[in-house]
C-alpha cells in the first residue's frame, strides 16, 4: 500500500505508475482519494478548532457564574452544546472516510521499481539468465505422472474419488523423493544462516488483507466457514503475519526466516494441458524463505533470495532460468519479482517453479511492521521466495533425471535423505 503523503504530493506519479501496469480502470481512484483526503484533513481540523473552543468556554463558564453573569453563563452553556453536538458529527464521519480512504488505498498497485521491464502481461517477461546446459534426451520423455504410475508412485484416480480433481496420493519411492526434496531444501536454507520455523496453517483475515490484494485472495484462499480463518496459500502469509503490529530495533535486522508448511490453493481458471498430473493442484507441500529488512537492503536481499533457489536446483544438475515479471504481470503489492523456471526436456521448454518477490514495505504498511531507527520509526521491507515447492519440482528433477530403462538417478545431494539410493525403479 502506498503511503498516502506520498500519492498526495506525487498523484502524476501514482496515476503513471498505475498506466505501467496497464490499470488504467484505476486512473480516477487517484482524484477520488485525493479529494476524500482533503475531507478527512479538513474534518480533522475543524474537530480539532471545536475541542479547542468548547475547552475555552467551558472555563469562561465558571467565571461568569461567579461574577453572577448567568445569562452570559448560559449563552456559553447553549454554545458549548451546540459544539459538541457538531463535534459528535464530526467524529462519527471520520471513521466513514478512514474506511474508504483504505479501501481505495488497498486496490492502489504499488510503485514498481524503474528497473521492472514494460509489459501487459506474463507473455512480455523477460529471461535474464540461464544457468545449466538444457539437454533433450535421445528417447521419449513421458508425462510426468506416468512416470511416477511406472514407478508406482502416484494414485490419481482414488484421489479424485477422495477429494475430487487438483488432488493426489503419491506413494513409495515417490513420496519418499518428496520428503527428501523438503528436508534437502530445509538443511540447504539452515546452512545459508536461516532460521528454520513452522508457522500456523491458518491466518486471520486481518493477515491475509495484509499480506496480499483482494484479487489474489478471492483466486487463492479457502476460507473456514464459521471462522475468521483461511487456510494459507503459501507460509510467505504467516511468516509475515508473524510481525504484525510489531516495532523491531533496528540491530536485530534483516530477520531471515525459512518455513515449511501444506499450501492449499483454489487455482481459479482453465487449466492447459500440461497443467494435468500433479503441476496445477489445490494442496501441496513447500519450502520457503523471507526477509524482514532495512529499506536500503532490500534490493540485495532480491538477488540473495532468487540466487538461493538458482543455487538449489543446481545443486542437483537440474538446468534453470531466472524470468524477470514486467509490470503487467506483477502483483499489485510487488515492486519488483523474478521467476525461477526449470528446464523442461520433454515439452523442450522451461517452466516456473518459484517466484521471489521484494514487496518494499506494502505489507509492512498494511501489518505495521515498523522498525525503531536513530533517527526514529519507520516501515520495514519485506520479501519472499520459493526455495522448492516438490510437485512442480517433481516434474522438473523427473524428467532431467529419467534414463531410457525408466528408472531414476538420484544426484548425490539427496542421497542422505533417500536411505542411500542412487537410483528408483528397476
Known amino acids: 500500500m502506498i503511503d498516502i503523503k506520498f500519492l498526495r504530493e506525487n498523484p502524476d506519479a501514482v496515476k503513471e505508475n498505475i ?10 481512484l487517484v482524484d477520488e482519494v485525493i479529494e476524500l483526503d482533503l475531507e478527512r484533513r479538513k474534518t480533522l481540523q475543524r474537530a480539532e478548532a471545536l475541542r479547542a473552543d468548547k475547552n475555552r468556554i467551558s472555563k469562561e463558564i465558571g467565571k461568569f457564574m461567579a461574577n453572577g453573569q448567568k445569562d452570559d453563563a448560559e449563552k456559553a452553556k447553549a454554545q458549548v452544546a451546540e459544539f459538541a453536538k457538531e463535534l459528535a458529527e464530526l467524529e462519527k464521519q471520520e471513521p466513514i472516510i478512514d474506511e474508504k480512504i483504505n479501501k481505495i488505498m488497498m486496490t492502489i498497485p504499488n510503485i514498481i521499481d524503474p528497473s521492472v521491464p514494460i509489459g501487459k502481461d506474463d507473455s512480455e517477461n523477460v529471461e535474464i539468465k540461464r544457468y545449466g546446459e538444457p539437454v533433450v534426451p535421445d528417447f521419449e520423455v513421458p508425462y510426468h505422472s506416468e512416470i511416477m504410475e511406472k514407478l508406482n508412485g502416484i494414485d490419481l484416480d482414488s484421489a479424485r474419488k477422495v477429494a475430487g480433481n487438483g488432488f493426489y496420493y503419491l506413494m513409495g519411492d515417490i513420496a519418499r523423493l518428496h520428503s527428501a526434496v523438503i528436508s534437502y531444501a530445509r538443511d540447504f536454507m539452515i546452512n545459508r544462516g536461516f532460521t528454520y520455523c513452522v508457522p500456523p496453517f491458518m491466518i486471520r483475515s486481518n493477515v491475509v488483507t495484509g499480506v496480499m490484494s483482494f484479487a ?3 483466486a487463492m ?3 473456514i466457514e464459521g471462522e475468521d480463518l483461511y487456510l494459507i496459500g503459501t507460509s510467505e502469509h504467516s511468516m509475515i503475519g508473524k510481525f504484525i503490529d510489531t516495532i523491531l530495533d533496528e540491530d536485530t535486522l534483516p530477520r531471515t526466516l525459512t518455513s515449511y508448511s501444506p499450501c492449499f490453493r483454489k487455482e ?4 492447459g494441458i500440461e497443467e494435468r498430473g500433479v503441476y496445477r493442484i489445490h494442496q501441496f507441500e513447500k519450502q520457503e524463505m523471507i526477509v524482514v529488512c532495512k529499506p536500503e537492503e532490500s534490493p540485495m536481499w532480491f538477488d540473495k533470495l532468487w540466487q538461493n533457489t538458482v543455487d538449489l536446483f543446481r545443486s542437483m544438475d537440474i538446468p534453470v532460468r531466472t524470468i524477470e515479471c514486467c509490470s503487467g504481470d506483477l502483483a499489485d503489492l510487488k515492486v519488483k519479482s523474478y521467476d525461477v523456471e526449470a528446464w523442461s526436456p520433454r515439452q523442450k521448454k522451461y517452466f516456473e517453479v518459484g517466484s521471489c518477490s521484494n514487496l518494499g514495505d506494502a505489507q509492512a504498511r498494511r501489518l505495521k511492521i515498523r522498525v525503531n531507527g536513530k533517527d526514529g520509526k519507520y516501515f520495514a521491507h519485506t520479501l519472499n521466495n520459493t526455495v522448492v515447492a516438490p510437485p512442480r519440482m517433481l516434474i ?3 524428467e532431467n533425471n529419467l534414463n531410457a530403462d525408466g528408472t531414476v538417478n538420484i544426484p548425490e545431494v539427496l542421497r542422505p535423505y533417500m536411505g542411500g539410493k542412487d537410483k528408483i525403479g528397476g
Do not use: I, N, V, W
Not at 498506466?19 to 480516477?28: N, R
Not at 481459479?268 to 487449466?271: D, E, L, V
Open 221 to 223: 484462499m479457502y476460507k
Open 19 to 28: 498506466k505501467k501496469k496497464f490499470q488504467d480502470s484505476k486512473l480516477p
Open 268 to 271: 481459479k481458471g482453465a487449466h
Open 216 to 218: 489474489e485472495m478471492d
Open 396 to 398: 522438473a528433477f523427473l
